[in-house]
Nanobody, 123 residues
Framework: QVQLVESGGGLVQAGGSLRLSCAAS???????MGWFRQAPGKEREFVAA????????YYADSVKGRSTISRDNAKNTVYLQMSSLKPEDTAVYYC?????????????????WGKGTLVTVSS
């Protein structure tokens, strides 16, 4: 069993930066980890994912060039560094873990989810 706990959300002005963290407990060896977000009234959407070794990273077009996903396996933690934030980035950000990268592109099928952290970007 894997548990995921997000942190680092908050209120930030447009153009600002934020780093989200996701601490995992349990065995995550070999797992892909990543982030999704859900804005009010919208469906949950993929943001970014990273392979176990950190070699392969994946980004949604909406955040590409503005966000960097990374992980520290010694700390069992994945990070999402976001910059040039826009009001449309406002959402609850969820951490996820799965053994298959394909599952990140079909949000319903992921094995493990965190409870989310709220990011609010003011204009």
């Amino acid at each position: 069993q894997v548990q995921l706990v997000e942190s680092g959300g908050g209120l930030v002005q447009a153009g600002g930066s934020l780093r989200l963290s996701c601490a995992a407990s349990g065995r995550t060896f070999g797992y892909f980890m990543g982030w999704f977000r859900q804005a009010p009234g919208k469906e949950r959407e993929f943001v970014a994912a990273i392979s176990w070794g950190g070699v392969n990273t994946y980004y949604a077009d909406s955040v590409k060039g503005r966000s960097t996903i990374s992980r520290d396996n010694a700390k069992n933690t994945v990070y999402l560094q976001m910059s040039s934030l826009k009001p449309e980035d406002t959402a609850v950000y969820y951490c996820a873990a799965d053994q298959r990268i394909e599952d990140f592109f079909h949000a319903d099928g992921l094995q493990y989810w965190g409870k989310g952290t709220l990011v609010t970007v003011s204009s």
